[in-house]
């Protein structure tokens, strides 16, 4: 009888198809551009934010979940009215850390996937905000009660989000 080990890392690294891998970020942050305008709820939720964490806990690779999170950002930096770089740093630092973490604790399970996006969307709003107030001296204000209702909103929207993008993983 031939026994072998498989390490955990291995067995759950997935990839996406390059359809999946570039349409995916691309109709969030389309969505993102334009369902707000129209329906002012979606002001709520950062679709490219969460695509960006379920694509780095999914392929588990920092350096992909840097560049996953570097492309996204600066894609959404250039629908906006803000300055180029300050969702690109905000979702890299996610991407990496997203990744980072996605190798260390089970991301299949819907408590742990909803926790993780409370706190990496805690973190691109610092992040954002830091580099808003700090480097690019915009005058925004910080609203606790607003950022931690939105955090749960998003938090909820992933946890339905990932389920659905769970039909597109490939085992790598």
Same mark, same amino acid.
């Given at each position: ?47 490219? @934010?969460?695509?960006?964490? *379920? =694509?780095? #806990?999914? &392929? ?5 979940? %840097? ?55 805690? @973190?691109?709003?610092?992040? *954002? =905000?830091? #580099?808003? &107030? ?5 005058? %925004? ?32």
């Amino acid at each position: 009888m031939n026994l072998s080990y498989t390490s955990r890392e291995q067995v759950e690294v997935y990839r996406f198809n390059w359809p999946v891998a570039v349409g995916v970020p691309m109709l969030a942050i389309l969505m993102q551009a334009f369902l707000p305008v129209r329906i002012p709820i979606f002001r709520a939720f950062d679709l490219p @934010l969460l695509v960006t964490i *379920f =694509f780095a #806990i999914s &392929r588990r690779s920092p350096v992909s979940g %840097l560049l996953t999170g570097a492309a996204i950002g600066l894609t959404q930096d250039c629908l906006t009215h803000n300055m180029i770089g300050m969702y690109g740093i905000a979702q890299t630092l996610v991407g990496f850390a997203a990744s980072s973490l996605g190798v260390k604790i089970d991301v299949e399970n819907h408590y742990s996937r909803f926790l993780m996006t409370f706190g990496f969307y805690v @973190l691109h709003q610092v992040v *954002f =905000f830091s #580099i808003a &107030r700090g480097m690019a001296q915009q005058t %925004l204000s910080w609203h606790w009660g607003q950022q931690a209702a939105f955090g749960v909103a998003n938090s909820l929207m992933a946890v339905v989000l990932f389920a659905v993008l769970d039909n597109f993983k490939q085992r790598a």
